[in-house]
């Protein structure tokens, strides 16, 4: 008897303790008032997983360059890792809490970022210290990575929607690129048709069940798959049937084209099957790998959906942000970011023109390099153009369980293309999500 | 297989040869004491492995399925066996176990009877160029099935070579991937491609321990090629049928590569496989480990339940 009591008495201690130190730990990251500058590392190497070589990792190591003037014994150790090796590494990490194993900083996609902070909270710091001043960001923009009124992450990547188009093809069917700025998806599709028969050429592609136009129609209007609250939003959403609306008449049209792979959807723009292409300002990375094509496109904005409330011309697709790890080196990684990404007009000066990394910070645009006009779009200053959509485009509330709803709504769309019944193929998927999300 | 390794000693009940005469003989440790101590010696490593990296990992799987919740949440699912009866709700889930089984339906029968009929023709001893061919046939086996997927997406792409060729002989394109039927019958075809050779390597192995003599007796008594062929030779190829068939299943039933780089499940769900779905719903959606454990539970004892029926149909020794 007396053993058994020690024992739950022991029992008892440790779990205690565990609680003090749990709650230590929740304490840490509380605090919202900025570091002081003498509590923040002069040295030390931060770990980072990020996987473009040509774009985020080559502005990772040009940040590291801006940081190292104000302290040049801070250095990086970027590891390249693609995007879903990073998603399969987290998930392990968490699983297993192996918490050593993770970087410092990593790369997030924006619509994986609230299924990652909702469910592995463990491999997240919050910016709440570090600061970096949130306002200076488009709102839309934030949203990806806020959860429970806390900032999880530092914004990258302009995933801001544009309408890229080929001027010649247009004018050999009597239009210019103004004719389809500031435009419905109706008008869009009347001159897509006549474009169609005067050049036997489309204006959009995709992959088949891809819904990318879709959410990027969705987002226009400020819709989204989800509620204020996180719920399942699919049935009876105003906007969504619109947006599939609107994308059933687009593909009846005949002036998109459907492929069934992102190589296939590369290259129907680049081998000039189709004179157009709608989705984040990122996809003209591909658009300008057609050398020969130089001085033939236009960016513009994208369409916007009749007869909806909130409708405009701006939208985004995708995008990424940092985050940052709850180890050591958080507030050296924090600060790092603070005064690189989200402080350095400097940094973004050198890897727009370097890698097409296009600022998701506001200050940025004002920079010179934002107002070049770019030759390979006609001369036109696109970037300023672009940095200036971005701060239209409607917040879209996010949700931890957006794949299930693209995979649910990608399932609907051939129904809808088939002619099927909008409301009930969004019911069907609406049920799909409501039981995913369970 | 097991026709030619009947044993000659009678075998104990623990399956070791019974040498108790040997035994009475031997001094402090006995032979057959010995021969057994090296035996499990030998078996250990081996078994501590296996135990270790997948009767650990599986035991840990099926707590896993009792559990609900996302992410590192986990905690005991009330009901208990509430994954398994969400499985009974699950209209995706159901949709993928619809198409897995015809893929098996389909894919099987066609390909082990494809592999039969090619293992006859190439083990025939006058035929010219008969290594040639059986390494054509057996050359697809060593393609890698990312790279034999990405492939076969690329030539049944709208555009494709498969459709350029249709369309030189004047047929209409077929857009392959796009539609619920074609989809999954570009993958039938993916795996005819990847996996009859396979098979019939078995076939040809165990063709070789067939009696000529049977054969010659055959067509002495009048059995034409085709009889000899279903009366001679595929009885005594039985249980090389038998394990090829499990193996096809099991391997069918657990299907991933092809579900995913081919189709990517495509359109909708319509090409889904229940493996595919098993990692959507782990890695890609909002990760719900115990709910992916249950399914995992579910294909092993489909495989389980189909091995058995096999082995009571194919495997009656008379």
Same mark, same amino acid.
């Given at each position: ?86 998603q399969t590494?987290?998930t392990t990490?968490a699983q ?19 299924k990652?902070?909702?469910n ?41 929607? =544009? ?31 006549? =474009? ?11 992959? =088949? ?48 084209? /459907? ?131 971005? /701060? ?11 794949y ?35 | ?60 799987a099926?707590?896993l399925s009792?559990?609900?919740?996302r992410g ?73 099935? =990312? ?128 493996s595919h779905y098993l990692y959507q719903v782990s890695f890609q959606g909002s990760p719900n480990f115990g709910y992916a454990s249950a399914i995992s ?22």
């Amino acid at each position: 008897m007396y053993n058994l009591n020690r024992r739950l008495l022991l029992g008892l201690g440790l779990s205690a303790a565990a609680v003090g130190l749990a709650g230590c730990g929740d304490d840490g990251g509380g605090t919202d008032e900025p570091v002081a500058s003498e509590d923040i590392p002069k040295s030390g190497t931060i770990t980072v997983w990020c996987w473009d070589p040509a774009f985020n990792l080559y502005s990772m190591k040009e940040a590291e360059k801006v940081y190292q003037k104000t302290s040049p014994d801070v250095k990086l150790n970027i590891v390249e890792t693609p995007w879903d090796d990073v998603q399969t590494k987290l998930t392990t990490i968490a699983q297993s809490k192996a918490f050593d194993q993770l970087p410092d900083i990593f790369l997030c996609q924006n619509n994986a970022f609230q299924k990652n902070v909702e469910n592995y909270p463990d491999l997240f710091a919050d910016f709440g210290s570090s600061g970096i001043k949130y306002d200076e960001f488009p709102e839309g923009v934030v949203g990806y990575s806020k959860f429970d009124d806390k900032n999880w992450g530092c914004p990258f990547d302009n995933g801001t929607a =544009v309408n890229a188009l080929r001027t010649d093809i247009l004018e050999q069917a009597g239009f210019t690129v103004e004719d389809f700025t500031d435009i419905t998806w109706t008008d869009f599709i009347a001159k897509g048709k006549e =474009v169609l028969g005067k050049t036997g050429k489309g204006l959009m592609s995709g992959e =088949v069940g891809s819904p990318d136009i879709l959410s990027i129609m969705l987002q226009s209007a400020g819709g989204s798959f989800f509620t204020e609250d996180g719920k399942a939003n699919l049935k009876d959403n105003e906007k969504l049937i619109k947006s599939l609306e609107a994308y059933r008449d687009i593909v009846a049209a005949k002036i998109f084209t /459907q492929v069934n792979s992102w190589d296939e959807y590369i290259a129907t723009f680049i081998n000039s099957k189709v004179g157009g292409v709608i989705n984040g300002v990122w996809i003209l990375g591909s658009v300008q790998t057609a050398k020969d094509q130089s001085g033939k496109w236009a960016v513009t904005n994208i369409p916007k959906l009749d007869g909806v409330d909130g409708a405009t011309n701006y939208s985004a697709n995708g995008g990424s942000s940092w985050a940052i790890t709850p180890k050591d080196n958080k507030v050296l990684a924090a600060d790092f970011l603070a005064k690189t990404f989200a402080g350095s007009k400097e940094l973004y000066e050198t890897i727009l023109p370097k890698a097409g990394a296009l600022a998701n910070w506001i200050p940025a645009a004002d920079s010179a390099v934002y107002k070049e006009p770019q030759e390979y779009f006609g001369g036109d200053a696109i970037y300023s153009k672009v940095v200036d959509y971005a /701060q239209k485009v409607p917040a879209m509330a996010p949700g931890a369980y957006y794949y299930e709803a693209r995979d649910a709504v990608a399932a609907a769309i051939p129904k809808i293309i088939a002619g099927g019944d909008i409301k009930a193929a969004l019911e069907e998927a609406h049920k799909t999500l409501e039981f995913a999300m369970n | 297989m097991s026709v030619t390794t009947q044993p000659t000693v009678p075998l104990a009940p623990d399956g070791e040869p019974d040498l108790t005469p040997a035994k009475r003989r031997g001094g402090r440790m006995t032979i057959s004491r010995r021969t057994n101590l090296v035996g499990w010696g030998f078996l250990l490593p081996a078994a501590g492995l296996v135990t270790l990296m997948s009767f650990w990992p599986m035991f840990r799987a099926l707590i896993l399925s009792f559990q609900s919740g996302r992410g590192t949440r986990m905690r005991w699912a009330d009901p208990l066996w509430f994954n398994y009866t969400r499985l009974l709700e699950d209209k995706v889930f159901q949709q993928t176990l619809a198409n897995t089984f015809i893929y098996l339906a389909i894919q099987v029968p066609i390909m082990l009877i494809l592999a039969l009929i090619l293992a006859n023709l190439l083990n025939d001893r006058n035929l010219r160029f008969r290594g040639l061919f059986r390494t054509a046939i057996f050359l697809p086996c060593a393609v890698g099935l =990312v790279s034999y997927a990405l492939v076969f997406r690329t030539m049944f792409a709208n555009d494709g070579m498969v459709n350029v060729f249709l369309g030189k002989l004047g047929f209409d394109p077929v857009p392959w991937l796009n539609n619920p039927t074609t989809a999954k019958l570009v993958i039938v075809m993916g795996l005819l491609w990847r996996w009859t050779g396979y098979n019939m390597i078995f076939y040809l192995a165990g063709l070789q321990n067939i009696d000529p003599n049977t054969l010659e007796a055959a067509r002495i008594d009048g059995a034409g090629p085709i009889r000899t062929f279903l009366y001679v030779t595929v009885p005594q190829l039985k249980p090389m049928i038998l394990l090829t068939a499990i193996m096809s299943t099991n391997g069918t039933l657990q299907l991933f590569d092809e579900s995913w780089n081919l189709t990517a499940g495509g359109p909708g769900y319509a090409s889904m496989t229940m493996s595919h779905y098993l990692y959507q719903v782990s890695f890609q959606g909002s990760p719900n480990f115990g709910y992916a454990s249950a399914i995992s539970y579910v294909i092993l004892i489909l495989v389980a339940i189909l091995a058995l029926i096999q082995m009571k149909v194919g495997d009656r020794r008379d």
